[in-house]
């Protein structure tokens, strides 16, 4: 791990520019790598053991070349699975995890009903039955598992055209009624899902909150990381993405240019 090495931000897709725009505000002296893994995305396709050792085997790859001060895993799949493991395999490397924010949900609800909205991958882990029993056990905790929402989601990040129906298909099991209490929270568990928050709202039945954690994943990266020693070096215009994938989408390409990250010429895999 180097101080004066950039922040590396690392999705299974460009969900994890939600990420980013909370920790450059943060830390505008800090030069920033983003790692789109579109090459394996999406995640949730993955048999578990094969998705971890693809993991090592990138991480190690990352961190030989970019050398960064800090990693930040903003993807509740890949860390809920491998954080661990990564930690142990590479402990010179201090690692941000992405998990669902369960424990603040279950602190702010005034009815006691919250949904976990996530990747199916990320419903089954123990992991986050694990923090349900440990933060939310006085609360109904729904877990529900969607397979095409961080799909849709990078479609509509890209532009295209997503119907409402497709959208409230994957959110309507949330939405829950009992004896007179309706949920209030829905806890966004993957980095993905903030981008269609305003969708969400429209299409709620009642009025929730949408829990996003990027700010908190962005104070946790702050805190470990102190002041930084390097003098600031031009801001967003020095950050870059590597994408692990050859086939690019030309509106994620744009995407990421909005975002001020240039192109890296090589890919990582």
Known sequence: MSDDGPV???????????????ARML?????????????????????????????????????????????IIACNTAFTLAGAALRERFPETDFVGTVPAIKPAAERTASGLISVLATPVTVKRDYTKGLIESFAAHCHARLVGSRYLAALAEDYICGIAVADSALWAEIAPCFVEEEGRRTDIVVLACTHYPFLANRFRKLAPWPVDWLNPAEAIAMQAKRMLGPSTAAADGGPNHDFVIFTGENLRPEAVRLMQGFGLKIAARRAG
């Open 8 to 22: 590396l931000i690392f999705d299974s897709g460009i969900g994890g520019l939600t990420v980013l725009r909370e």
């Open 27 to 71: 830390m505008p002296e800090r030069r920033f790598v983003y790692i789109a893994d579109n090459a394996a995305f999406p995640y949730g396709d993955w048999e578990e053991a094969a998705l971890l050792e693809h993991l090592l085997r990138l991480f190690g790859q990352l961190l030989e070349e970019i050398r960064p001060a800090c990693v």
